[in-house]
């Protein structure tokens, strides 16, 4: 290695674990860049430049067959022999490659990327432009990429000349002491995988090689926390309470001893965990802090406000690989692929075919491929809206708000609202599926309330409105506004035994069916009863007494 370089302070965590990254990509196995920052580019080119070894850029919509390799069909047939190519993955040996749009990346691309990963013979550069805090590139390439940098709010960079490659073993290993607060932390941390602690200790000798050192100091350690775990976190460490004050005595020390106050107290006298987790906690990105905070109220599933399940589809979508297939039905023939499958066949064929046929290719039934495609369903929300005298007529007010919040965003998020309202004996689709916000309001305008309660008639519109949704080919999410206090039977009585035991039997039906929901407690005070309905529909219970229409979207859309 070159002279240890100066760090100038103003370097921000994003280019120092790009610098880490560069000094030793085969040990820290990849980084994830996340944000499309105006410097990311700058970045890169430094990177590349910085880098040892071929630099390969993956597209996300790269197939199997391109990226492994395999047969050359043009030149294949023109050779009448089986003529094979290499793929993206053996042109970056020894080096490193560069996945655009990773969060998009499908499951059997990142399956082959991280077994050249763990190889050991690829590093990888992930950019995540995910535009919702959700969306990110797989687990299995997050676990296995040491450093997660956040650019979103870097618009300026330090100018820094990169440092050649180093050798890791040239710094001493950390000592059991540095280990155990490293753990120590990363179980405060969340942090559960035994991967991000061998890459924290790789980064905390690598920041000492960086600064010229032999030996990792307490400096390097805590930067190489705040690189590694912090991002990687899946709570908030808690901290403990400082001890009580001692009782003060009157036992001033002589002027020849030392005062043992904390004003003179040494950083070597503060416990090492305890910086660290300070650390730490003050170096977890922002949008890392939303998702813990959204995952500490998350309690069911489903996919509200957001694009719905992926779905196979034979004609719309993303492309996937080929797959063997007779076309019909809507199944496309997938005309290379299958000229593919059956060029190695072909010198056999000929010698075996009668004479007289002189066809330049023979094909099979058995070489046919079709292509296939996946598609995200669309999401649909179905507020069930009690609009009874027990629930308080302002909250139909919110229930309006929140409608018109998520219809706001439907074109963003393929999404379509519903509105059930039930009330008196029965149950009224007000709002069939949209995603018209001018006709949303327009039927929103009268939305009645008062009567009765009738509940299970209110859960089995909705179920019934989910279940046509599903067979559309949707994803149907069910919000039901109520206090759970149902007093009116299917039958239009007034029996709140036989309305309560109807609506149970009604939750539970909708959660046999596996419908994704959440009961929102829309009653003065937190009430029983909703809490019994969200566990009858194996959904998520939210009291929310002084609801507002955009918590009521924030938390659906945190399911």
């Known amino acids: 290695m070159s002279d240890a370089p ?8 994003a280019e120092l674990a790009l610098q880490l990254f560069v000094l030793s990509p085969a040990a820290f196995g990849g980084i994830i860049l996340r944000g499309d920052s105006p410097v990311r580019d700058e970045m890169l080119d430094d990177a590349r430049a910085a880098l040892h070894g071929p630099v390969v850029k993956i597209p996300s919509n790269v197939d199997a067959e391109r990226l492994l390799g395999g047969l050359d069909l043009t030149a294949t047939l023109s050779a009448g022999r089986t003529v094979m190519r290499s793929g993206l993955l053996t042109a970056a040996a020894g080096g490193a490659v560069i996945l655009p749009m990773a969060e998009r990346i499908a499951a059997n691309v990142a399956a082959h990327v991280a077994q050249a990963m763990d190889d050991g013979n690829l590093a990888v550069i992930l950019l995540d432009d995910g535009a919702e805090p959700d969306e990110a590139p797989p687990a299995i390439l997050m676990e296995r990429a ?21 050798r890791l073993t040239a710094v001493a290993s950390l000592t059991d002491a540095q280990l155990h607060a ?15 602690l061998i890459f924290t200790n790789l980064a905390a000798r690598a920041h000492a090689a960086l600064h010229g050192r032999a030996i990792a100091i307490d400096a390097d350690i805590i930067a190489a926390v705040g690189l590694v775990l912090s991002p990687r976190a899946t709570q908030v460490p808690q901290m403990e309470p400082p001890p009580p004050p001692e009782p ?10 030392p005062d043992d106050s904390d004003e003179n107290r040494s950083i070597e006298d503060i416990d090492l965990n305890d910086i660290m987790l300070d650390a730490a906690a003050a170096a977890i990105p ?13 309690g069911g599933k489903g996919a509200a406000g957001k694009s719905g399940q992926k779905q196979k589809s034979a004609s719309r979508g993303r492309p996937m690989s080929a797959r063997p297939g007779t076309p019909g039905n809507g199944k496309r023939l997938a005309l290379i692929d299958s000229l593919r499958a059956a060029a190695p066949w072909q010198n056999i064929r000929r010698q075996a075919a009668k004479a007289g046929d002189t066809r330049k290719i023979h094909i099979r039934t058995s070489d046919l491929r079709v292509r296939h495609f996946e598609q995200r369903s669309e999401t649909l929300t179905i507020f069930a809206v009690d609009a009874s005298g027990s629930s308080a007529l302002s909250r139909l007010a919110e229930a309006k708000g929140a409608v018109e919040m998520m219809l706001a965003q439907a074109y963003v998020k393929r999404s379509q609202v519903a509105l ?5 004996s029965a149950a009224e689709i007000l709002l069939p599926p949209t995603r018209s916000l001018t006709r949303a309001r327009r039927a929103l305008a009268a939305l009645p309330g008062g009567g ?6 209110g859960l089995i519109a909705a179920g019934q409105l989910a279940e046509s949704a599903t067979r559309s080919g949707q994803t149907a999410l069910i919000a039901v506004l109520t206090d759970g206090k149902g007093n009116v039977a299917m039958d239009g009585s007034a029996n709140r035994t036989v309305a309560m035991e109807e609506a149970n039997q009604a939750a539970r039906n909708l959660a046999m069916l596996g419908l994704s929901s959440i009961v929102i407690d829309i009653s003065p005070r937190p009430r029983e009863e909703a809490a019994a309905l969200a566990a009858a529909l194996n959904g998520r219970y939210l009291p929310l007494p002084q609801a507002q229409s955009a918590a009521m979207v924030a938390a659906i859309e945190s399911l």
């Open 452 to 457: 009765g309660t009738p509940l299970a008639a």
């Open 420 to 424: 059930i309202a039930f009330r008196q």
């Open 146 to 166: 040491a450093f997660h940098a956040d650019l979103s709010a870097l618009r300026t960079r330090c100018p820094k000349d990169w440092p050649d490659a180093i």
């Open 182 to 196: 490293v753990a120590s932390t990363a179980l405060a941390l969340g942090v559960g995988s035994v991967r991000p």
């Open 6 to 13: 100066s760090l100038n302070a103003t370097i921000s965590d």
């Open 248 to 257: 003060e005595q009157d036992d001033t020390p002589p002027d020849n001893e």
């Open 286 to 298: 922002k949008h890392i802090l939303d998702q813990i905070d959204s995952a500490t109220r998350r």
